[in-house]
């Protein structure tokens, strides 16, 4: 079958808003070179290929412009959105598999429209980014120790994706960041990770403000991006930073305010024995457009 393209805004319900992605069903005819080149012709900072799978409803693999990545929060959801629109899904639950492992999705009604629900992977935390790698950080961001949070740590989280998570104090004008993107690079280069996530809460509420930065992986910024709001939740409980009932903790994290394409990701964490134990994080979609791929690769 001919590989259809779609061009999605994930984690809003207004175009032009919320995080891009390309979704292309009926990749499975598609090398991984073919997908590379489509990826770097969409220029989104992810584009999902939805492949057949033996143990699951559907394979997936996510590309930036210039590398494969294991898993893609925004694009997950494009994906699941459009699969859904085209095969008239709504309120189950499907299963996908990727380099990240196999992951539970819920395609939840929203009204007239769908809510696509992902479960994350178990969440980790390395060891505390000190010395000359926070100086660094922090330095490559335009920030200095008295933007930071007292007493917390600089500090590489994971849900499947990882991020280092940059604590601000609420302050601090998070749309005012100006980060020196091949500083960021470099330290990415040491510390084997590439996205940084600078992001502060909201006083008072379970909600958080952030901006993501991957200029490694060819993403200069992401927009509002799953794989960095997901560890958040989950780090937010581990240093116990956010009220709880002991069992579950909702929040919703804005971000892309700054570059025009604010959007939210609804974030669930689980709780066991005040740590978190699972993260869910979910957002809803809209589809600009999609087309046939018009060539023969």
């Not at 489509?38 to 699951?56: G, N, V, Y």
């Not at 740590?275 to 869910?280: I, L």
Request: hydrophobic share 40%; net charge negative.
């Amino acid at each position: 079958m001919t590989p259809q393209i779609y061009h999605v805004d994930a984690f809003t319900t207004e175009p032009f808003r919320g995080n891009s992605a390309g979704v292309v069903l009926n990749a499975d005819g598609l090398s991984e070179a073919q997908m590379q080149l489509i990826a770097r012709e969409l220029r989104h900072s992810e584009t999902a290929f939805l492949l057949k799978s033996d143990d699951s409803d559907v394979r997936i693999r996510y590309f930036t412009p210039t590398v494969e990545v294991p898993i893609c929060g925004h694009a997950t959801v494009a994906a699941h959105y459009v699969r859904s629109k085209v095969l008239g899904l709504r309120d189950c639950t499907v299963w996908q598999t990727s380099l990240a492992g196999r992951h539970r999705v819920d395609i939840l009604s929203e009204g007239d429209d769908l809510r696509v629900v992902l479960e994350q992977g178990a969440p980790t935390f390395e060891p505390p980014l000190e010395g000359e790698n926070r100086a660094a950080i922090l330095t490559a961001l335009g920030l200095d120790e008295n933007d930071i949070l007292p007493g917390l740590p600089v500090q590489v989280a994971s849900t499947g994706h990882s991020k280092v998570m940059v604590p601000l104090k609420p302050d601090v004008d998070i749309d005012a960041l100006d980060p020196d993107l091949p500083a960021l690079s470099a330290v990415s280069q040491r510390i084997g990770c590439n996205g940084f996530f600078p992001f502060l809460i909201r006083p008072g509420k379970a909600e958080t403000d952030g901006r993501m930065f991957s200029p490694a992986i060819g993403i200069a910024e992401d927009p509002v991006t799953g794989n960095a709001n997901g560890p958040m939740g989950a780090w937010l409980v581990h240093h116990g930073l956010m009220a709880h009932d002991g069992k579950q903790l909702r929040i919703r994290g804005h971000q892309g305010r700054a570059i025009g394409r604010s959007g939210v990701v609804d974030i669930t964490v689980t709780i066991d024995n005040n740590q978190p134990e699972k993260v869910t994080i979910s957002g809803r979609a809209v589809i600009l457009f999609h087309a046939a791929l018009a060539i023969n690769l």
